[in-house]
């Protein structure tokens, strides 16, 4: 979200936050710097699912690791195939764009509610365990919001993105899902770091974790 704050703020003349999405950060000159801070940002998410797993919060290909796997394969795709416009015709490459946009922002919050629920009532963990959970639900909010607009729209006759602030619905989810996973990267950080580093299978909530 810093390179996206810094570049709406260095863009402000030629992208309104409020109207425009994220990815048109993505065309033109300055295109790279989104692309590289994509997929730096799909990398660490990577790299706090093996975490998730060393720390034992969640074992390796659960549902919750694969959704966190198809956030970070969402966010890849949609770094590396540039958004497009839609007004000129059909494009590949935006509809692959828009499919991993799509797959990136609903798999987050699955995977934040789904790897902190068997830990909800654990004394220990519970409160981190909450704040990815109640993240993961303010996410889905965020998409459900969305989805209403484009309902609105439907009835309406108006293009789904004339219904809603896009760009402005856009960031607030884009920075929910982040801080979601900021608070699982936190909290795998936490679980390994434990005094004596004593995590065994005992430890965990559920036989099956997220």
Known sequence: MTVITGLDVARLAEVDPFRRTISE???????????????????????????????????????????????????????WFPKHDWSVGPSLNGSIHRVGSLVAFLSLPLAALIISRPWLRHPEWRTPARVAAWLGLGSLLWVAGIAGGIVLAENSGLAWWQ???LGLVERGLAATEVAALVALGLWAARRTNAAGLDLTRADHPAADPG
């Open 25 to 79: 950060h993505g065309l033109g000159e300055h295109g790279w710097i989104f692309t590289l801070g994509v997929i730096l940002l799909a990398a660490g998410s990577v790299a706090i699912g093996v975490s998730l797993v060393r720390g034992k919060l969640a074992t390796a290909w659960s549902v919750g690791i694969l959704a966190l796997l198809a956030w970070s394969a969402g966010l890849a795709v949609t770094g």
């Open 163 to 165: 219904v809603m602030p």
